[in-house]
């Protein structure tokens, strides 16, 4: 595609529930980030994906929340039985590889009820 | 110390102005440094992007580089009301692999 595309947009569930988040770079890009925006805070970094090397986990928040990447394209970020305190934007980027320019995806948000 | 560091502002200036963001970092093998805007409820979008010391010129905006101080900044020149916003910088130590962001300056453009 174009861009980084996100799904969903907008996702409203309940606590406890689980949710999944999809990540499709732009295609080519390597290199694959996801982060995490509150409303009115800076980006938090969360997890890393380069070619075929170990990812970078060292963001993520605790162990209900996980990713995969699968055939070095597409990502789900899965976040496991939901709190509010998980109610943010995330947000998915991609670079042609270390070291380029990061693109970012419109960003899928997230309201725990 | 957290590895950027930018004034989190909010920084105002009138139409017309000048409006100066700086940002220090602190790991020496950065190689390539950014500047994102980023507008309320939307995601960043890349300014400038610089990777030699000097100054860098597009249109309205400049990047400025120093790598023995380890600082980057943006100017803004001849501030526009549409250039109120956050505005992000980021760098990238190639060998490190992923890039850091700070947590953003915001811009008032007062018309």
């Known amino acids: 595609g174009a861009g980084v595309s996100q799904s969903p947009s907008n996702k409203v569930t309940e606590k406890g529930k689980d949710v999944e988040l999809r990540c499709d770079p732009i295609?080519?890009?390597?290199?694959l980030y996801w982060y995490r925006q509150s409303l009115g805070q800076g980006l938090e970094f969360l997890i890393y994906?380069?070619?075929?090397?170990?990812?970078?986990k060292s963001g993520l928040p605790s162990d209900r929340f996980s990713a995969e990447r699968t055939g070095g394209s597409v990502s789900t970020l899965t976040i496991q039985r939901t709190q509010q305190e998980d109610s943010a934007v995330y947000l998915c980027?991609?670079?042609?590889?270390?070291?380029?320019?990061?693109?970012f995806g419109e960003g899928s948000w997230l309201t725990v009820v | 110390q957290k590895e950027v560091e930018q004034n989190s502002g909010p920084l105002s200036v009138p139409e017309g102005a000048i409006a100066s963001l700086n940002c220090t970092y602190s790991?020496?093998?950065?190689?390539?440094f950014f500047w994102y805007r980023q507008y309320s409820g939307k995601s960043p979008e890349l300014i400038m992007s610089?990777?030699?010391?000097g100054d860098k010129e597009d249109g309205r905006f400049t990047a400025q580089l120093n790598k023995a101080s380890q600082y980057v900044s943006l100017l803004i020149r001849d501030s526009q009301p549409s250039d109120s916003a956050t505005y992000l910088c980021?760098?990238?130590?190639?060998?490190?692999?992923?890039?850091?962001f700070g947590d953003g300056t915001t811009l008032t453009v007062k018309p």
């Open positions: 980027a991609s670079s042609a590889s270390t070291g380029n320019t990061i693109y």
């Open positions: 295609s080519g890009h390597t290199a």
């Open positions: 994906f380069q070619g075929n090397s170990a990812p970078d």
């Open positions: 790991d020496r093998g950065s190689q390539s």
């Open positions: 610089i990777y030699s010391n």
């Open positions: 980021a760098f990238l130590n190639t060998n490190a692999g992923k890039s850091t």
